[in-house]
Structure formats: structure tokens, C-alpha cells
């Protein structure tokens, strides 16, 4: 279950932590060295799910996160929103080029394992690092809206687990989940049911939802 943090982020300070990004039009390292296919450095101050799909939209299919990503409880508020963005990209098939860093052991639990793999990990074994990026793949952890609920599947853990949020207080917390809610303004049984079953990780004073939605099946639904 994700641990409370004890540091606050106001909103000023929470969105000023947006990452920064280097951006290219292809996936693949020798074409990226060509003429225009890079776009240089960008900070993504807004919400994260807005900004990767402009960035899809622009045509940017590769990006690399210029500073190291803490995954901990204690993690400030600049790698939370990268974790974020990471979310996002993962989810519209972007590569993502990112050293995370973990000092607690957290990164054991598999939590973050629907992210596009790091190309770096501190602070773990090497064999975690392996397990991430030979255990990867595309939709992993993920939510999809019906009429009056949402379902997650996750596969984090090896097994298929599915959730079905209906409940009218649940649903009206997930948008704002997608981009940190306070902690202290999240509904106890709301805060309860998700930290629960491990949808939700708190850092620098904010709840976020882990899964990414879903926009298409990248394999039959019933492998995802």
C-alpha cells in the first residue's frame, strides 16, 4: 500500500515542478541524429495528459526526461509529475529515454512496471532493472470508461487483476487522480479503496492514479 508523505505541495509549486523533456520525431537512435527530426528541450508545466497528447499530435514519438526520476514515497514533486508524463507517454506509445533512482527498496514491488523501462536504475539490483524491461509491455495497467463505471486491469503482478469502479464518489475523483490530488482533499473511502488495491501512490503530498487509459487494444483484450 503507498505510504503518506508528509510534505505539501501547493498548486503554484506543483505544476511549476514540470518536467523537462528532449524531443524527437522517430523512434529509432540513427534517425534521430538526422536534420529536423530533433526538437530540442521542452518543460511541461501542464497537465500531463494534455501535454503528451499535443506532443503525439506534433508528431514527437521519442522523448528524454533530462533529470534522474526519484520512484519513493519521499520523491519531490518534480519526479512525481514525471512519473506522470511517463504514464501518459506509455500510453500513447511514446519511447521514453529516463534514469530512475530508488533508495527504499519501493521499486521491488513492481509498482511502476506498466512504465516504459527506464534505460538507467539506481539505488537497485540489476536484476530488478531486467525484470522491468524483460517483463514490459504495452498496456500493462490500465483503465477504460463504460457507462457509469470504470474498469482497471493490471497485470503488474503477473496475474490479471480487474477492479470495477462504479461508485459515484469514486468516479468523480478520477480525473483530478490523473493529475495529483492532495491528499488531504481526497475522501477517506476513496483514499482507502484505491491505496488498497494499489492503484493509487502518494509523493510529495499528492495522490495519482498509477493506471494509464487505455485508447486501443495493442493485443486481443483478453491477453491484456
Do not use: N
Amino acid at each position: 500500500m503507498p505510504s503518506r508523505s508528509a510534505e505539501r505541495t501547493d498548486a503554484g509549486a506543483w505544476h511549476a515542478a514540470g518536467p523537462e523533456a528532449e524531443l524527437w520525431l522517430d523512434y529509432d537512435p540513427a534517425v534521430r541524429e538526422l536534420p529536423g527530426i530533433g526538437l530540442g528541450r521542452r518543460t511541461l508545466s501542464g497537465p500531463a495528459g494534455a501535454e503528451v497528447t499535443e506532443l503525439h499530435r506534433a508528431g514527437v514519438r521519442c522523448l528524454r526526461l533530462t533529470e534522474p526520476v526519484r520512484l519513493c514515497a519521499d520523491a519531490p514533486a518534480a519526479s512525481a509529475r514525471a512519473l506522470m508524463l511517463l504514464r501518459e507517454a506509455t500510453g500513447q506509445g511514446l519511447a521514453v529515454l529516463w534514469h530512475a533512482v530508488c533508495t527504499d527498496g519501493c521499486v521491488e514491488q513492481r509498482r511502476f512496471h506498466h512504465l516504459y523501462p527506464p534505460e538507467e536504475l539506481t539505488g537497485a539490483a540489476a536484476e530488478v532493472a531486467a525484470d522491468w524491461r524483460a517483463s514490459y509491455f504495452p498496456s500493462k495497467c490500465v483503465y477504460r470508461r463504460g457507462p457509469g463505471f470504470v474498469e482497471v486491469r493490471d497485470r503488474r503482478f503477473g496475474t490479471l487483476e480487474l477492479f470495477t469502479v462504479d461508485e459515484p464518489g469514486h468516479l468523480a475523483q478520477l480525473d483530478a487522480l490523473d493529475d495529483g490530488v492532495e491528499v488531504g482533499l481526497l475522501p477517506e473511502d476513496v483514499h482507502r479503496d484505491f491505496a488498497e488495491a494499489g492503484l493509487i501512490v502518494e509523493q510529495a503530498g499528492r495522490a495519482w492514479f498509477l493506471p494509464m487509459r487505455v485508447r486501443r487494444w495493442p493485443f486481443p483484450s483478453l491477453t491484456v
